[in-house]
């Protein structure tokens, strides 16, 4: 069981607790596919709590590497980029792409995906094994899953409609990659 404390491990217990978040991931798009959202948004917090995990686990025991930080940028692709578009997709839009104008749909959701890659692609690019800078510049990408949480539930009191959801997702797409700090915990 050594391989679990060894930084060059591929399996090391920090690498097991990002595939934990790809596997929750992968659970919420399954419950997002048979609309079951509760057992979907369960299944994306739980991705989100190994991804909490799983950089204390790499700080805490040393096994921070190049590997762990482009694999836990997959992870942050798929857990809080993909699943949250497809939760607003499922839960809000579905059948409603004609009546919103599907350009506008397409838009919005193609553009917060390719503003959450871009976003993980650039702080890959500035990282550096073993060290936390003291802030996130942009909105990180779990912290865009929680707004479009939040913007579904708001969405669920009925104060605002499809047309604001889609904008909200633009905005907090381009917050992603924008200038602004935000404190790493």
Request: hydrophobic share 60%.
């Amino acid at each position: 069981m050594s391989f679990l404390f060894n930084k060059y491990s591929h399996f090391n217990l920090a690498n097991l607790a990002t595939f934990f978040n790809i596997a929750a991931g992968v659970f919420a798009i399954y419950y997002l596919t048979h609309n079951n959202f509760f057992a979907a948004a369960l299944f994306a917090w739980i991705a989100g709590a190994f991804d909490i995990v799983d950089g204390k686990i790499a700080r805490k025991y040393n096994l921070s590497t190049e590997f762990g930080i482009q694999l836990d940028s997959f992870a942050d692709f798929l857990s809080f980029v993909i699943v949250p578009t497809m939760f607003i997709f499922f839960a809000i839009i579905d059948g409603k792409e004609l009546m919103l104008n599907t350009s506008l749909v397409a838009f919005a959701f193609i553009y917060y995906v390719i503003s959450g890659l871009r976003r993980l692609i650039q702080f890959n690019i500035d990282s550096q094994e073993g060290e936390v800078a003291k802030f996130f510049i942009g909105v990180p990408t779990p912290l865009g899953a929680i707004l479009l949480w939040l913007v579904y539930l708001i969405w669920l009191t009925g104060i605002m409609n499809e047309h604001v959801v889609l904008i909200l997702m633009v905005i907090i797409g381009f917050l992603l990659n924008s200038k602004v700090k935000i404190p790493h915990p």
